[in-house]
């Protein structure tokens, strides 16, 4: 599926998906084939592929046969709420960052994309693909902290069953639960770090990254 945002002053707003060239922002998720290949083909590298780390990021600088300079980054997202085995438990949410577009894979639909970038106010249009990039990292790192938040509630919970339950078979199974939860809060704010200081080396944040998408 696509989503397609079009700036309009300083606010994105949802446009057609027939009029994807001239969008600002695309969200892309689910089985996108025709589309994702066209980018796979043109920069020689497997959107799929990373896609599906569920413990690490990429990033990169590339450039296209016209020598365009772009930026690919990839952030990881932690879905501790679904439960499960650890593979289950992170998601990776893949940027194309372009000078004037900006464009977001990921396997499945994660609501807090769309949700975030409809109707999104933009403090200065002439930076709003660094801006739009930067709102999202800023979600996807409170989000983990609101998680992690939940799960010491829960341990401290767990922490008193311990001092007062005669049956700790059902206590030892939610503390499984919540090892999982940790190592992959863990993995997902480690990686994501690694992304942040390749940026870093880039320059700082909201002035290098429009030198390097510069030609």
Excluded at 39 to 45: A, S
Excluded at 156 to 181: A, E, H, M, N, V
Aim: proline content about 1%; hydrophobic content about 40%.
């Amino acid at each position: 599926m696509l989503k397609t945002y079009s700036l309009t002053k300083n606010t994105l707003l949802v446009s057609s998906e027939s009029n994807i060239e001239n969008s600002s922002v695309v969200y892309v998720y689910g089985d996108e084939r025709e589309y994702i290949e066209s980018y796979e083909h043109k920069y020689d590298f497997n959107i799929d592929n990373i896609l599906t780390f569920d413990d690490q990021v990429a990033y990169d600088t590339i450039i296209d046969q016209n020598d365009e300079k772009s930026l690919l980054v990839s952030f990881l997202f932690p879905k501790i709420h679904e439960g499960g085995h650890l593979d289950n438990l992170m998601t990776s949410v893949v940027f194309l960052v372009f000078k004037n577009k900006l464009i977001i894979f990921t396997k499945q639909k994660l609501k807090f994309i769309p949700e975030l970038l409809s109707n999104m106010v933009l403090r200065d249009v002439n930076h709003f693909v660094e801006e739009v990039l930067l709102k999202i990292m800023q979600k996807d790192f409170h989000v983990m902290l609101d998680d992690l938040r939940g799960v010491k509630e829960k341990i401290d919970d767990l922490d008193s069953k311990i001092s007062t339950s005669g049956s700790l078979r059902p206590t030892f199974g939610d503390l499984l639960t919540l090892q999982k939860y940790m190592i992959a809060l863990s993995t997902t704010y480690k990686a994501n770090h690694k992304a942040l200081d390749f940026i870093k080396k880039i320059s700082q944040l909201l002035t290098i990254l429009i030198l390097v998408l510069k030609k």
